[in-house]
């Protein structure tokens, strides 16, 4: 199992800025990716960002050039740096850890999530 535990968030002006972090303890050596979604009122949980254990990175075509994510191997943490907020970017953000196990052509994924974090930005 994998624990994961976000701090950050809050409150901000459009335009403004806000830091996003996650540690995640546990069963953390085999974690592939670690990343953060969002979800807002009435919409489907999606990506926003994640990194992968080679440090691959992969944002949502909404926050591309706005949100840099970045990761601390050793310490097993996450966190993302979100610039030039719109309204828009209010949600819950959820840190999210994944392992992938099993062959190469059957990988089969297990998520795991945080409680999640409120972020609301104000026009």
């Known amino acids: 199992q994998v624990q994961l535990v976000e701090s950050g968030g809050g409150w901000a002006q459009a335009g403004g800025s806000l830091r996003l972090s996650c540690s995640a303890s546990?069963?953390?050596?085999?974690?592939?990716?670690l990343g953060w979604y969002r979800q807002a009122p009435g919409h489907q949980r999606e990506l926003v960002a994640d990194i992968s254990s080679h440090g691959s990175t992969n944002y949502g075509d909404s926050v591309k050039g706005r949100f840099t994510i970045t990761r601390d191997y050793a310490k097993n943490t996450v966190s993302l740096q979100m610039d030039s907020l719109k309204p828009e970017d209010t949600a819950v953000y959820y840190c999210?850890?994944?392992?992938?196990?099993?062959?190469?052509?059957?990988?089969?994924?297990?998520?795991?999530w945080g409680q999640g974090t409120q972020v609301t930005v104000s026009s």
């Open positions: 546990g069963s953390t050596r085999s974690i592939a990716g």
């Open positions: 999210n850890a994944y392992k992938e196990v099993g062959p190469v052509e059957r990988v089969i994924r297990y998520d795991y």
